[in-house]
């Protein structure tokens, strides 16, 4: 079966439509140099088949997976689930159109009890070894053999309180492995079914990763945005780059600018001792690029310079995610961002401005954007703000709270707008998303993939908001002095990142000056406008 090769140097450039956005645009940042782990990618062409079962369709998938396997060890000098120097490797998918957050991805494969001693042997560091192997055993469980994510979850927090530890970034290594010995005990007695060959296990995550194709929350998202004709993923198999790996390495995200307002600033998030799915998820609250400054500054220079090389390359602005291995900084995915229509406008007048695009292609850019009803909000009356956090998509919202999607729905149906109000950023949200006037976390960072989607719906969104304590079960978030019941009146300001009580006024202006400029781009192209004063 014809695989697609990805490495260091490489210059074979397939096209999105064969192997994913994902993939298509790893294997341009190889041909220009930056730094990628090598990685092989199985064509879109097989999911619907390996969605349905097709005997044929898996003898591909086993024939494309071990020719793969093959080379990445070729390339690495290490042996897949090996004992000695272990080639751990991430499984990813990639549809032709970016679906952020919507399809599965199966980290650390390949950790199993041997590689799990190869890594002590190679790092002399038995917690990431097993902080590794939890990880797989978790992503596994729930991803492949489609157990309940509470169940892993309650075994991590039963121990944290046991351990009387902050958090698991504080477990040590015996902690680790005592918690991995007990999830894999949960997996035989749940499914039976956890291979120890690692190729076993590589079969098992491509094809999950296939199967989310057809995921309620991947289905719902296309719909949404119009994405019903793709055809399926990708999936992509990549050396592992370790983000949990020691003091000086990390994961995260990075924006080229600023997608929510539209300044030409990078954004930066990052969680140190920590893997990608960490920062992506939306479960944990991050640091800025000041924290990778302070203790790591080639990096953050280098960092800067890939962000500028990329928006360059790809004449857009980007959405990069990145892993800090002991001090080596590794570019793992580069897509054009998700923008909210406000940063959209900037983004095309900015671009003009620079000559990095033309004014048709600027229009070409826009023509999603509704421009007639593009406004500036602002709250007025709301009082003092009840809590803060971070600001992951602009605007203002107003509504009623709700604390889990189903609500959300229920609320909305009564005509009244609803904000969303939730634990953590989660992209299984995100029907309550579509519905929602707004939304906010308690915990998260604008860089996870719920706040890419929350901006790309246009919704104003508030992550990282540690005041607030949300008790999904109550139907109640409590804060300092205050409780927050379901249906009662919120108003946020999502640019400000603050969350008021009660039912502010919303007050709103035209960016005129900015529309003027583009209805000028329409004279020159001679395209018609369709710029309308709003009503």
Same mark, same amino acid.
């Given at each position: ?73 070729? *390339? ?28 599965? +991805? ?16 190679? +790092? ?37 309180? =046991? ?22 005990? %949960? ?11 690692? $190729? ?19 289905? %719902? ?17 990549? &050396? ?8 000086? !390495?990390?994961?995260?995200? =990075?924006?080229?600018?600023?997608? !929510? ?9 990052? $969680? ?15 640091? %800025? ?18 962000? &500028? ?13 990145? %892993? ?12 054009? &961002?998700?923008? *909210? ?21 600027? /229009? ?9 009803? #593009? ?74 993939? =719920? ?38 009146? /919120? ?16 007050? +709103? ?14 004279? #020159? *192209? ?10």
């Amino acid at each position: 079966m014809q695989i697609a090769r990805i490495h260091a140097g490489s210059t074979e450039q397939p096209p999105a439509e064969v192997i994913g956005a994902k993939a298509a645009n790893l294997a341009r940042m190889a041909a220009l140099g930056l730094p990628v782990p090598p990685a092989f990618v199985l064509p879109i062409e097989l999911c619907s088949a390996i969605a349905a079962g097709e005997p044929k369709a898996k003898e591909r998938l086993a024939e494309g997976l071990a020719a793969g396997i093959e080379f990445l060890e070729k *390339t690495t000098g290490r042996e897949f689930g090996g004992r000695r120097t272990p080639l751990l490797v991430s499984v990813r998918s990639g549809a032709a159109r970016s679906m952020p957050g919507m399809l599965d +991805t199966v980290l650390d494969v390949g950790c199993t009890p041997a590689a799990v001693h190869g890594l002590v042997r190679m +790092t002399g560091n038995p917690r990431f070894a097993f902080d590794c192997r939890r990880r797989f055993l978790e992503a596994y469980g729930s991803v492949v053999l489609g157990l309940a994510d509470g169940i892993f979850k309650k075994q991590l927090e039963d121990l944290i309180a =046991a351990e009387g530890v902050g958090g698991e970034q504080a477990l040590d290594g015996e902690a680790l492995e005592r918690l991995a010995a007990s999830y894999r005990q %949960t997996i035989e007695d749940e499914s039976g079914q956890l291979p120890d060959a690692p $190729l076993d296990q590589l079969r098992g995550a491509a094809e999950a990763v296939y199967r989310s194709w057809m995921s309620e929350r991947a289905v %719902t998202y296309r719909r949404l945005q119009r994405l019903e004709d793709l055809r399926g993923t990708a999936v992509t198999v990549q &050396a592992m780059v370790f983000g949990n790996s020691g003091t000086s !390495s990390g994961s995260g995200v =990075a924006f080229s600018r600023d997608p !929510s307002t539209g300044a030409n600033k990078p954004i930066i998030d990052v $969680l140190f001792g920590a893997q990608g799915e960490d920062v992506v998820s939306g479960r944990r609250t991050p640091e %800025t690029e000041d924290a990778i400054v302070r203790s790591l500054p080639k990096v953050a220079a280098q960092l800067r310079d890939a962000l &500028a090389r990329l928006e360059q390359d790809f004449a857009d602005v980007q959405d990069v995610e990145f %892993t800090i291995e002991n001090g080596r900084l590794w570019i793992l995915q580069t897509r054009s &961002a998700k923008r *909210t229509p406000q940063a959209a406008l900037h983004f095309a007048l900015d671009f003009v401005r620079e000559g990095r695009i033309t004014p048709a292609e600027a /229009l070409r850019r826009l023509r999603d954007v509704d421009l007639g009803k #593009l406004t500036r909000k602002r709250l007025a009356d709301a009082g003092e703000p009840v809590a803060r956090g971070t600001g992951a998509s602009a605007g203002i919202a107003v509504g009623r709270a709700a604390f889990d999607a189903a609500s959300a729905a229920r609320l909305s149906v009564g005509g009244d707008p609803v904000i969303l109000v939730r634990p953590d950023t989660n992209t299984a949200d995100v029907a309550g998303f579509a519905v929602s006037a707004g939304i906010v976390t308690a915990v998260g960072g604008r860089t996870a993939h =719920a706040a890419l989607v929350a901006r790309q719906l246009d919704k104003p969104c508030i992550v990282g908001c540690g005041e607030i304590a949300v008790d999904v079960a109550q139907r109640c978030a409590h804060l300092p002095g205050a409780t927050i019941k379901e249906g009662e009146w /919120l108003s946020i300001d999502g640019g400000l990142g603050a969350v008021y009580l009660g039912r502010g006024k919303i007050m +709103t202006d035209r960016p005129e000056a900015e529309l003027e400029e583009v209805e000028r781009w329409r004279v #020159l *192209t001679g395209e018609s406008s369709t710029v309308t004063a709003a009503q």
